[in-house]
């Protein structure tokens, strides 16, 4: 496929996964927005908000003083965010059904934040770009992405498993909609490209997860289910040899006596620069 397609699907089900892995990469998220300064009376920008996890920790970082602002282009995702920023009791957060890359706010925000939506563009320098007038001088953005590889095997271990096949369903999925691979090593170089001076401190995650005692098999089926129509157009597998009902189960009965170790999906790196 040429371009860009998002390879989600806008589900009950896809929100509650963005949930669950926003728990998994937090102490990055949280570790790069105080490194980048985010502090008390901030108002923020949230590119790519999806079910609000990001929004919401910069809502707990800029206080009742602070506002977050935001952005998903999936109307589903916004009304998601929105009720959830209700039950946690959360003012100071706005969400907006919008794509990023069109918002022009009426004044500059004092950081601009995101994470996982670059990668999910055709043009990340020009999306980068674009979103950068909506920044102050002088203010921060702190952007967080995957590192995920289209090409070569996946690191897990034993290789030969069923949940690395998996990984390479989702990959091929990834790559048969456009994803930008190993974003989150090219955030510096980007940075750079659109003016900005990011700093060299830069974070890593390496979420390294187990199954099946430990989450591993649950989140890579979720991935699957989630990407299935974008795995299935990639020709990588048929329905049949997914047969996603008995997907989690089956890789429990495949795993070995000492089960897996492996990526679920990906490293995560998060990079913040000033703007001039
Ligand atoms: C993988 S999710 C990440 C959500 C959230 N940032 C997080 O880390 O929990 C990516 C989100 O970005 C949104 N998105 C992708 N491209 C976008 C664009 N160009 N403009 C606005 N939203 C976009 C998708 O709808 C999706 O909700």
């Not at 809502?59 to 998601?80: E, S």
């Not at 271990?157 to 090219?186: H, I, N, T």
């Not at 980007?190 to 900005?196: D, K, P, T």
């Not at 070995?256 to 790196?269: D, E, K, L, M, Q």
């Amino acid at each position: 496929m040429n371009g860009e397609h998002y390879p989600f699907q806008s589900t009950p089900d896809e929100r509650q996964r963005l949930v669950r892995q926003a728990e998994l990469v937090a102490p990055l998220t949280e570790q790069l927005f105080e490194k980048a300064g985010i502090t008390s009376g901030w108002r923020v920008l949230d590119i790519g908000s999806g079910s609000g996890d990001v929004a919401l920790l910069v809502a707990r970082l800029v206080g009742p003083t602070g506002t977050v602002i935001g952005i998903d282009r999936d109307p589903d995702q916004i009304n998601f965010a929105k009720q959830r920023a209700m039950e946690h009791g959360v003012s100071n957060v706005q969400f907006m059904s919008e794509d990023f890359r069109n918002i022009e706010l009426r004044s500059p925000v004092d950081a601009i934040v995101g994470r996982l939506v670059l990668m999910y563009t055709a043009e990340p320098l020009e999306a980068l770009r674009s979103v950068l007038r909506n920044l102050k001088p002088g203010g921060v953005i702190a952007l967080q992405e995957s590192v995920v590889d289209y090409d070569g095997p996946p690191c897990i271990e034993p290789r030969d498993c069923l949940a690395a096949k998996a990984v390479q369903w989702f990959r091929a999925g990834f790559k048969y909609s456009g994803v930008q691979p190993r974003m989150g090593m090219r955030l510096f170089g980007l940075m750079r490209e659109a003016g900005l001076n990011p700093s060299t401190d830069i974070v890593t995650l390496a979420p390294i997860l187990q199954g099946p005692e430990g989450p591993l098999f649950k989140l890579i089926t979720a991935v699957v289910a989630s990407q299935l129509p974008a795995i299935l157009s990639s020709g990588i597998a048929t329905e049949a040899e997914i047969d996603i009902d008995t997907l989690e189960q089956r890789m429990i009965e495949d795993a070995p006596p000492c089960g897996v170790v492996g990526y679920f999906n990906s490293g995560h790196v998060g990079v913040w620069a000033k703007n001039p």
